[in-house]
């Protein structure tokens, strides 16, 4: 993972007041090397102050910091977008649409637009990352389980795989959390496939999906005392981060888990959480509704 600069509550306010210092921030974090034509790849450019873009000499195409990205298109200010992404990567509860739209003095609306765009960044930026080296694997059940209803693998509750790397020391690195239709080998080796590289070891339960997994080395718990626990205790915390913050249930779980694994992701670096937060804003992909 790059590095990031570290910005306190004091140097935020003061650096990002108006809306061409959060545009010349976004523009440094899209375009670290300089501009880049999106259309053709050539760097020579003019600005165009009227239309605050910036137009290809070679192809013409005109590009605003914002084109393409998840706030393609956005009519709320910059300054808004950059008190968002700041209250978003500094509470570590996670922050809800209501509270969002109350600090920042927008309609419920609005804040609800930003968060969704911005979980979404957050899940673009993890792609990027594959885990690595001795991996923890386990499902989890969301959501309370219907009366009389199974629980367990056959249940009919919101399932989610959660892997964690570990390092030689055992201590946790990494988290991936994603929603799984079920948990069949080939579900599981999906997850795999996107959030695993070739030729680590997955340490799991003794469930029948996991042995036929490919391309990793399956490793399944003897059973002990402290097997998987850093599986266990993400999904404990995330739990409990679901309940305190967005009171335990919703529609569609991803955009939780992705905001939850961003924020841990990068735990030990917490005041370099706004600039790495605003990369993944400046450098995601647009959603496409
Ligand atoms: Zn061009």
Redesign the pocket.
């Given at each position: 993972m790059s590095k990031a600069a570290q910005i306190t509550f004091k140097d935020f306010r003061t650096r990002f007041a108006t809306e061409d210092a959060c545009r010349e921030y976004l523009f440094q974090d899209r375009f670290p090397e300089g501009f880049v034509?999106p259309?053709?790849?050539?760097r020579e450019y003019y600005y165009l102050k009227t239309r605050r873009s910036c137009q290809?000499r070679?192809?013409?195409?005109q590009t605003s910091v914002t084109a393409g990205t998840v706030m393609h298109r956005t009519h709320l200010p910059l300054t808004v977008w950059f008190w968002a992404i700041y209250l978003c990567a500094t509470d570590k509860r996670g922050i809800s649409a209501k509270g969002l739209a109350r600090q920042l003095e927008v309609s419920y609306e609005s804040a609800w637009y930003l968060l969704v765009r911005i979980r979404s960044a957050m899940h673009d930026r993890d792609q990027n990352y594959l885990l690595e080296g001795i991996v923890e694997m386990d499902e989890a059940y969301l959501g309370a389980p219907k009366r009389g209803k199974k629980r367990g693998r056959g249940t009919e509750r919101k399932k989610m795989a959660v892997a964690v790397s570990k390092d030689e020391k055992e201590r946790p690195l990494f988290m991936r959390l994603q929603m799984i239709p079920d948990v069949t080998t080939g579900t599981l080796q999906t997850v795999i496939n996107g959030h695993v590289k070739q030729d680590s070891t997955i340490e799991c339960d003794g469930y029948k999906s996991y042995p036929g997994l490919e391309g990793v080395k399956v490793n399944p718990s003897k059973y002990q005392v402290g097997d998987l626990k850093w599986v266990h205790v993400a999904i404990g915390n995330f739990k409990a981060f679901l309940l305190g913050t967005y009171h335990g249930s919703c529609g569609d779980y991803q955009p939780y888990l992705d905001e939850f694994c961003f924020r841990y992701n990068r735990r030990f670096r917490p005041a370099q959480l706004f600039a790495r937060l605003s990369r993944a804003v400046a450098t995601s992909c647009a959603l496409l509704n």
């Amino acid at each position: 993972m790059s590095k990031a600069a570290q910005i306190t509550f004091k140097d935020f306010r003061t650096r990002f007041a108006t809306e061409d210092a959060c545009r010349e921030y976004l523009f440094q974090d899209r375009f670290p090397e300089g501009f880049v034509c999106p259309k053709c790849g050539s760097r020579e450019y003019y600005y165009l102050k009227t239309r605050r873009s910036c137009q290809c000499r070679h192809c013409r195409r005109q590009t605003s910091v914002t084109a393409g990205t998840v706030m393609h298109r956005t009519h709320l200010p910059l300054t808004v977008w950059f008190w968002a992404i700041y209250l978003c990567a500094t509470d570590k509860r996670g922050i809800s649409a209501k509270g969002l739209a109350r600090q920042l003095e927008v309609s419920y609306e609005s804040a609800w637009y930003l968060l969704v765009r911005i979980r979404s960044a957050m899940h673009d930026r993890d792609q990027n990352y594959l885990l690595e080296g001795i991996v923890e694997m386990d499902e989890a059940y969301l959501g309370a389980p219907k009366r009389g209803k199974k629980r367990g693998r056959g249940t009919e509750r919101k399932k989610m795989a959660v892997a964690v790397s570990k390092d030689e020391k055992e201590r946790p690195l990494f988290m991936r959390l994603q929603m799984i239709p079920d948990v069949t080998t080939g579900t599981l080796q999906t997850v795999i496939n996107g959030h695993v590289k070739q030729d680590s070891t997955i340490e799991c339960d003794g469930y029948k999906s996991y042995p036929g997994l490919e391309g990793v080395k399956v490793n399944p718990s003897k059973y002990q005392v402290g097997d998987l626990k850093w599986v266990h205790v993400a999904i404990g915390n995330f739990k409990a981060f679901l309940l305190g913050t967005y009171h335990g249930s919703c529609g569609d779980y991803q955009p939780y888990l992705d905001e939850f694994c961003f924020r841990y992701n990068r735990r030990f670096r917490p005041a370099q959480l706004f600039a790495r937060l605003s990369r993944a804003v400046a450098t995601s992909c647009a959603l496409l509704n």
